[in-house]
């Protein structure tokens, strides 16, 4: 196994007992990227010589006996939303190729305390609105979407072009590419890790996470970026919780809410079949299973862009009318929409908000984690632009995308999305789980007990 093939914990431990140094870890990475970047595009710039200057410094403190943590020596991916001093944060478009950032973001701050070492950027869909990342290629077939936003940072985890990546969610943006390319994806509590130096598509629904190859990769990652932030007005003052989750898989006492509805409506047979496979490897580990009912469901598409669209409208409101060219047709047309909302239709896209939330409140006191498929399909051919459900319904690829995510956002509970198996075409499939607001070590034992019951996972094949 070369090291480029380690999960994060692996790797780490390799660190730590010296069987493996930082600089082979990041040189092992940088030469992955040189082979499979050409064909899948996760990247907006590579930093390689700031990353062996770091590999070499990390290298030289483990030497003296100074050890950081699990992250230390660790190479990751930035979503190019995310500041870090002295680089370009772009966010894939045209409007921000000048932009530099003056300063580091409080998560890129607290991976560098950490003894993480930036590999790059990596790409997202134009300013994070949007499902497919059309740079990037999925990480198991090149003529498909990679998912979006965090597109890149998802397949250059799946490809072993990056440790681990961070990206952000708005309405499912780390689960979705995530769940598209066979790699874990949290979207934690709102409020949990600060947003600070992270460039917004909508505040009231933003988050930071992690994308990984295991789950105890993401709980090791949201130890290090969970924290009270200042410089983040929604940001939580709570304790410093260490995320591991253990080595246990039994899971008696656990109540798995099962939906009978929303979430297996219009999904695919395959990933249907699959995901509720893996709901019942849950059970057969002594969780119980608990029939529920999803609240509010038919507003939860409404509200979802009622709060979304004109909250990305008056972030860009500026650059909208400066230099609209600039951006990609399918994003401006969604700003300009959000133009046209009155505020009588966002105030009632809030009350809804509201009410959902106070509505899956008391469904969580039922149940301790929600199982559902994290998306309805596989990844589709790149281009495609709508799918035909078996009923003739149709819907767009990104509705049909954000669909099972949004609640998450909506609610701001955390979420995980956990690889469960492929379909026919060796596509991923992803199962999500839902908890309660920092709930997420209970997220984290279920997803981590469900994953000791699977083989080890292997990168994906890119030719």
Not at 105 to 112: G, K
Not at 204 to 215: E, N, Q, Y
Not at 433 to 457: C, F, K, N, V
């Amino acid at each position: 196994m070369q090291p480029y093939e380690l999960s994060l914990a692996d790797a780490a431990q390799a660190i730590r007992a010296r069987r493996l140094s930082p600089v082979e870890l990041v040189d092992s990475v940088l030469e992955r990227i040189e082979q499979v970047e050409p064909h899948l595009g996760a990247y907006v710039t590579v930093t390689a010589e700031r990353a062996r200057l770091a590999a070499r410094e990390a290298e030289r403190e483990a030497a003296r006996g100074c050890y950081r943590g699990p992250l230390h020596g660790i190479p990751l991916g930035l979503k190019d939303l995310i500041d870090v001093a002295g680089l370009p944060t772009t966010a894939s478009s045209r409007v921000r190729a000048d932009h530099r950032a003056q300063a580091d973001s409080t998560v890129a701050a607290r991976l560098t305390t950490a003894g993480a070492i930036l590999l790059g950027k990596t790409h997202t869909h134009e300013f994070a609105f949007g499902l497919t990342t059309p740079q990037t290629s999925n990480a198991w077939d090149r003529g498909r979407v990679a998912g979006g936003s965090s597109g890149g940072s998802a397949v250059a985890v799946a490809s072993g072009s990056a440790t681990f990546a961070l990206g952000t969610d708005t309405g499912g943006s780390i689960r979705v590419p995530a769940a598209l390319n066979g790699v874990v994806g949290l979207k934690p509590t709102y409020g949990l890790v600060p947003r600070h130096g992270v460039t917004s598509l909508s505040w009231s629904l933003d988050h930071v996470g992690p994308i990984t190859r295991t789950v105890e990769d993401a709980a090791l990652v949201l130890t290090a970026l969970a924290g009270y932030d200042p410089h983040d007005p929604a940001s939580l003052a709570t304790p410093a919780v260490d995320y591991r989750p253990g080595a246990g898989t039994d899971l008696t006492g656990l109540r798995i809410g099962l939906p009978r509805s929303y979430y297996f409506d219009h999904v695919d047979p395959e990933v249907e079949a699959t995901v509720r496979r893996a709901i019942g490897q849950l059970e057969a580990l002594g969780a119980q299973l608990v029939d529920i009912d999803i609240p509010m469901t038919r507003y939860i598409k409404a509200t979802q862009w009622g709060l979304m669209v004109p909250e990305a409208s008056a972030y860009h409101q500026g650059s909208l009318r400066a230099v609209p060219e600039l951006y990609q047709a399918d994003v401006r047309i969604l700003l300009e929409a959000g133009e046209l909302m009155t505020g009588g239709d966002y105030l009632r896209a809030q009350r809804s908000r509201t009410l959902m939330r106070q509505e899956w409140a008391r469904l969580l006191e039922e149940v301790d984690v929600i199982a559902a498929p994290t998306v309805p399909m596989t990844a589709v051919k790149a281009g495609e632009e709508t799918t035909t459900w078996p009923d003739g319904t149709v819907e767009s690829v990104s509705d049909a995308y954000v669909r099972l995510s949004a609640p998450a956002n909506i609610t701001g509970v955390p979420a995980l999305s956990v690889p469960v198996g492929h379909d026919r075409a060796g596509l991923p499939i992803g199962m999500q789980l839902l908890g309660r607001p920092l709930g997420e070590r209970t997220l984290l034992r279920t997803g981590h007990a469900y994953e000791q019951t699977r083989p080890a996972r292997a990168l994906a094949p890119v030719a």
